[in-house]
């Protein structure tokens, strides 16, 4: 059973749109929540972490958290071509941090 | 530019051979990571090095072994490839407690 649930699989948003990305954790022993982004082909970079209840915005992407019902959301506003790309969400321990539990991803496609 | 580089990008393996998948970085990060990525799996945390022979295993460490000699310098063996082990290997990096994992580019390997 995948600990860390992603939803929807895929999202298809039209260019200048808002996407919006879930992500839910079954194991009540996390603390922190991160969101990578995966172009095809590359490496996953880190696009945002979030510890704290609340909202994180940097430019165009904000990441929500709820640690009561363990969810996480990370939302795009004005979507560009250049988004379309795999978002993995990835939950850890506060002792432990190092150690990531990802999702299978949402694979986002931004249709220009 | 602070990177981590993977050899070989690509290989080619027979069932019952040895692989042996090498990670730099040039950061001075005290901790490392191997992963494997399949489609619709996510990452999968194979081991992480907190330095030079301190290792510790991840979710999947069957059938894998990991050396670190030096800390810039972090080696994956596959003793008796097995074709379940195909998928691509990422190796990745961060500084001690800093938590953000730098990816390098992926290594591609097929065991037949």
């Known amino acids: 059973q995948q600990k860390v649930q992603q939803s929807p699989e895929s999202l298809i948003v039209p260019e200048g749109g808002m996407a919006s990305l879930n992500c839910t954790s079954s194991?009540?022993?996390?603390?922190y929540f991160w969101w990578y982004r995966q172009h095809s082909g590359k490496s996953p970079k880190m696009l945002m972490?979030?510890?704290?209840?609340g909202e994180k915005e940097e430019g165009r992407f904000t990441v929500h958290l709820n640690k009561a019902s363990l969810h996480t959301s990370l939302h795009i506003r004005d979507s560009q071509p250049s988004d379309s790309a795999l978002y993995l969400c990835a939950a850890s321990k506060a002792e432990g941090a190092d150690r990531l539990t990802f999702g299978k991803g949402t694979q986002l496609i931004i249709q220009p | 530019d602070m990177k981590v580089t993977q050899m070989p990008r690509y290989l080619i393996k027979r069932m019952g051979e040895n692989v042996l998948l090498e990670c730099g970085q040039d950061?001075?990060?005290?901790?490392m990571y191997w992963y494997r990525q399949d489609p619709g799996l996510g990452l999968q945390l194979i081991y992480i090095?907190?330095?030079?022979?301190?290792?510790s295993e991840g979710d999947i460490p069957k059938g894998y072994r990991v050396s670190r000699k030096k800390r810039e310098h972090f080696s994956l063996i596959l003793d008796s490839a097995k074709t379940n082990q195909t998928s691509v290997y990422f190796c990745?990096?961060?500084?001690?407690?800093?938590?953000?994992?730098?990816f390098g580019p992926g290594t591609r390997l097929t065991v037949l």
């Open positions: 194991d009540r022993n996390v603390d």
């Open positions: 990745a990096s961060s500084l001690f407690r800093q938590y953000e994992q730098y």
């Open positions: 090095s907190y330095d030079v022979d301190s290792n």
């Open positions: 972490s979030i510890f704290s209840n």
């Open positions: 950061m001075s990060h005290e901790t």
